[in-house]
């Protein structure tokens, strides 16, 4: 697929459905590029829908089976867009919150690989039911150990505000889980001793709400 160049050509390209309630449309808003007038559009549309339909479906609509609707943030960025944004948070800009274009292949940037050749996407989602039963300091950790259990999620990067947290899927996935929220670091990746085994102890009480679970 060439890269949309018209409304009806985008208009197409966001009909493009990644799952079964996911459309690349709903991952295409930047609040960056709404304000700065940028054109957020993958310049490799193929890969960016096949990394976006791996997100969809193994990672998003499972989330979406067991705790209801999941509202999508924050997703793809263009290297023009990020780029602008990672710019403005070096300038000390509030807001922006955009690494370097390089980090961020495979992540925000979907059209393009990582250094190691891995196709992934990442988006920033927030889970309204979790956060309306779940909102106490720390309760965040229960729904990360439900995915680092459950889900082939690559990174998990939890935030205060509705713990919003960038999910990324990624190949060769890393496992890893880090916080900007209470308690903020690391929670965990491979070799840390509370990466294996099971973490049921940590989530099980999400039963109590959320019957999937």
């Given at each position: 697929m060439k890269p949309p160049t018209s409304?009806?050509?985008?208009?197409?390209?966001?009909?493009?459905?990644?799952?079964?309630?996911?459309?690349?449309?709903?991952?295409?808003?930047?609040?960056?590029?709404?304000?700065?007038?940028?054109?957020?559009?993958p310049g490799d549309p193929d890969l960016a829908i096949a990394a976006g339909t791996r997100l969809c479906t193994?990672?998003?609509?499972?989330?979406?089976?067991?705790?209801?609707?999941?509202?999508?943030?924050?997703?793809?960025?263009?290297?023009?867009?990020?780029?602008?944004?990672n710019q403005m948070q070096k300038a000390g800009k509030a807001g922006y919150n955009c690494a370097s274009n390089e980090s961020n292949?495979?992540?925000?940037?979907?059209?393009r690989?990582?250094?190691?050749?891995?196709?992934?996407?990442t988006a920033c989602i927030v889970i309204p039911a979790f956060h309306d039963?779940?909102?106490?300091?720390?309760?965040?950790?229960?729904?990360a150990w439900w995915i680092h259990d459950h889900l082939p999620y690559s990174t998990l990067y939890f935030f205060p505000k509705l713990w919003a947290v960038n999910i990324q899927w990624r190949e060769n996935p890393v496992r890893q889980i880090d916080s900007y929220t209470k308690p903020r670091g690391r929670l965990t990746s491979p070799g840390m001793p509370n990466h294996a085994a099971s973490h049921e102890a940590d989530w099980a009480i999400l039963r109590d709400v959320f019957p999937g679970a």
């Open positions: 409304v009806s050509t985008l208009s197409d390209f966001g009909r493009a459905r990644l799952s079964k309630s996911f459309f690349m449309r709903d991952f295409l808003f930047s609040d960056i590029a709404a304000l700065h007038g940028f054109a957020n559009i193994e990672l998003l609509e499972p989330l979406q089976d067991v705790f209801g609707r999941v509202a999508i943030r924050s997703a793809y960025r263009s290297p023009e867009v990020n780029g602008f944004g292949h495979a992540h925000h940037i979907w059209d690989r990582d250094a190691e050749g891995n196709m992934g996407a039963a779940f909102s106490g300091e720390g309760d965040w950790q229960k729904l």
